[in-house]
């Protein structure tokens, strides 16, 4: 699976961003699939998943820092997932990169993914 991150920018703290990744190649309902990001200087971290349970019905997971603030949602008859950020802060500074995974059993680790974009900056200014 071949994916696509588009929608990052230049905000000012307190704005609204929606990262898109479209995905192109074997079945999207099969995967599961996370946002990571990267800052400067620091290592890759989890940002959300959204993970399908096998009955049905797809789990959502986050990272601490952004809970309440971001939304992870999948489109699968477009074969994309979208991060809504909300009330953005200069510490969410970072490439954003999205990745496919065929069962993510540890949805935070980035290893369990083996397919990943190419990464899109967002910047939050204060």
């Known amino acids: 699976v071949q994916l696509q991150a588009s929608g990052g920018g230049l905000v000012q703290a307190g704005d609204s961003l929606r990262l898109s990744c479209a995905a192109s190649g074997r079945s999207f309902n099969d995967y599961d699939m996370g946002w990571f990001r990267q800052a400067p200087g620091k290592e890759r971290e989890f940002v959300a998943a959204?993970?399908?349970?096998?009955?049905?019905?797809?789990?959502?997971h986050y990272a601490g820092s952004v809970k309440g603030r971001f939304t992870i949602s999948r489109d699968n008859p477009k074969s994309t997932v979208y991060l809504r950020m909300n009330s953005l802060k200069p510490e969410d500074t970072a490439v954003y990169y999205c990745?496919?995974?065929?069962?993510?059993?540890?949805?935070?680790?980035?290893?369990?993914?083996?397919?990943w974009g190419q990464g899109t900056q967002v910047t939050v200014s204060s």
């Open positions: 990745a496919a995974a065929l069962k993510a059993t540890i949805p935070a680790e980035p290893h369990e993914y083996a397919y």
């Open positions: 959204v993970t399908w349970s096998g009955v049905g019905i797809y789990y959502t």
